[in-house]
């Protein structure tokens, strides 16, 4: 018999979580306006917001913590950050940051202006978000039949290198700030992009003239997929993918609060010595002196040692199978997944799922309501409330997908607790043709609407 996948480690700590009555969670979620942001931590039993920032530290990482150098420059943790980026990626030259939107800020600040088009695969929303803020455009070139939760496509996370150079084609070149590949593609579902396709986009880079950003918040689960998937990698080791998945890229930037497992972090890795002298301003502006960025000597010794326990195979192996186990019996039970399951999350179609409820009364946003009263499970939505109204009509942006987005945080749940989940989806699943109608918005900010928005049920 093949043994299964086991967690490389054992619990060390434990945190108490409390289950509550359906009626508290009525009254909570009433409270919270059904937005899911608004709820209290202590209101959910099993949070599923997001993977980020939400992880276990290992026991070593919080020993780094105790030796973190404080000094204002040139601290040794600076340094032995350093080390590990230019060990698991390659790249010469980083800046930290305090988060992922914040290595987007200071990068964007030198390759991003005015009227330029940002081709990629799907842009995440803060990424978007400081592309359409400094009056761009971000192109989505992620393949078509992404959008189709049934195709089994290994690679569904991988940009339409047509749709991708006719861009580029029809871009006067001054124009063209960057490319930006998210890996793994997070709008599209965790879904992995392929080797093959990094390099096809660098070779469409070079013969444009552009440069080409890589999105990493979840590069060492890319890297697995490319592992287990793609022909050619199977013998080689995690960091060697990672090595040479970033050798294709001119920078990178990195929420380190997803795959290098800690609470806060973020980094710029680049190649270009000039393009890291113009970027240290901005960071010295916004962020802070160059060898702290916006972290702590401690936050940045947790994060070195923190990048290499993520790129870990075993570990990867299982954190993606506990993923995969709870997508495929969700599967298993009829409910519409995006197949095959990604690396972080279960990605649910609210559109199949209550085809009775139209975009603009936000299906997927009913649908993460519904599972919050049923178990307690906060989930987040990937739907017409996300995708936010068009900058210049102001009307609502409709995605081809209403989706639940349940992402998984990373060594923090056993499989007990997915199947709790998994019992309180099926629940909600078969009671599916009782709910009528969604919910209307009656406050939204002008950008980044979901994360404040307050909505009234619509019965
Ligand atoms: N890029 C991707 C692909 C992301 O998923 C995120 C964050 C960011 C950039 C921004 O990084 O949060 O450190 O500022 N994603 C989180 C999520 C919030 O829930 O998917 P950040």
């Not at 434990?14 to 209290?40: G, P, V």
């Not at 950050?81 to 930290?96: N, S, V």
């Not at 001119?250 to 609470?263: G, H, P, R």
């Not at 190649?271 to 060898?291: C, H, P, V």
Request: glycine residues 8%.
């Amino acid at each position: 018999m093949i043994l299964p996948y086991c967690e490389p480690y054992k619990i060390k700590t434990i945190e108490t979580i409390r289950q509550s009555t359906r009626q508290e969670r009525e009254e909570w979620m009433k409270n919270a306006s059904y937005n899911m942001f608004n709820l209290k931590s202590e209101q959910v039993f099993i949070d599923l917001l997001t993977d980020s920032g939400t992880g276990a530290m290992s026991d070593r990482q919080w020993g780094a913590i105790m030796t973190g150098d404080e000094s204002y420059a040139g601290a040794s943790s600076y340094f032995r950050l350093k080390e590990a980026i230019r060990d698991i990626t390659g790249f010469e030259y980083f800046l930290p940051t305090h988060q992922g939107r914040a290595a987007e800020n200071v990068l964007f600040s030198v390759l991003v202006k005015e009227g330029d088009i940002i081709p990629g695969n799907a842009h995440f929303d803060t990424t978007k978000g400081h592309i359409e803020f400094r009056k761009a455009k971000a192109v989505d070139c992620t393949v078509s039949w992404a959008r189709d939760i049934t195709n089994r496509d290994p690679f569904k996370g991988n940009a339409d290198l047509g749709h991708l150079e006719q861009v580029l084609k029809d871009t006067p070149r001054e124009k063209l700030g960057c490319i930006v590949m998210t890996v793994t593609n997070n709008t599209a579902g965790g879904q992995p992009v392929s080797m093959a396709n990094l390099r096809g986009v660098r070779d469409l880079a070079d013969r444009y003239g552009v440069l080409l950003v890589i999105d990493s918040a979840r590069f060492a689960e890319n890297a697995w997929f490319i592992k287990t998937r793609e022909e050619g990698y199977t013998d080689k080791s995690i960091r060697e993918i990672t090595r040479e998945m970033f050798s294709y890229a001119d920078a990178m930037t990195m929420s380190s609060k997803k795959d290098a497992i800690v609470n806060i972090g973020g980094f710029i890795g680049m190649k270009d010595r000039e393009l890291f002298r113009k970027a240290s301003t901005f960071n010295i502006m916004f962020e802070g002196y160059i060898t702290y960025g916006g972290m702590s000597g401690r936050d940045m010794n947790a994060l070195a040692q923190g990048l290499y326990e993520g790129t870990e195979f075993d570990y990867l192996s299982a954190r993606i199978g506990q993923v995969t186990r709870l997508g495929e019996k969700l599967h298993a039970a009829g409910v519409p997944v995006q197949m095959p399951i990604g690396g972080h999350a279960i990605f649910i179609d609210a559109g199949k799922f209550y085809p009775q409820i139209p975009a603009s009364e936000f299906p997927a946003q009913r649908l993460a309501v519904e599972i919050y009263l049923e178990g307690g499970i906060r989930g987040t939505e990937i739907g017409t409330l996300m995708a936010d109204r068009d900058p210049v009509t102001r009307g609502n942006r409709y995605p081809e997908l209403e989706l639940v987005r349940l992402a998984i945080p990373r060594r923090v749940y056993t499989d007990n607790h997915m199947d709790y989940v998994a019992a309180a989806v099926q629940n909600v699943w078969e009671g599916r043709e009782t709910v009528r109608r969604g919910l209307a918005i009656r406050w939204e900010a002008p950008i980044m609407r979901h994360f404040t928005v307050e909505l009234d049920l619509l019965g």
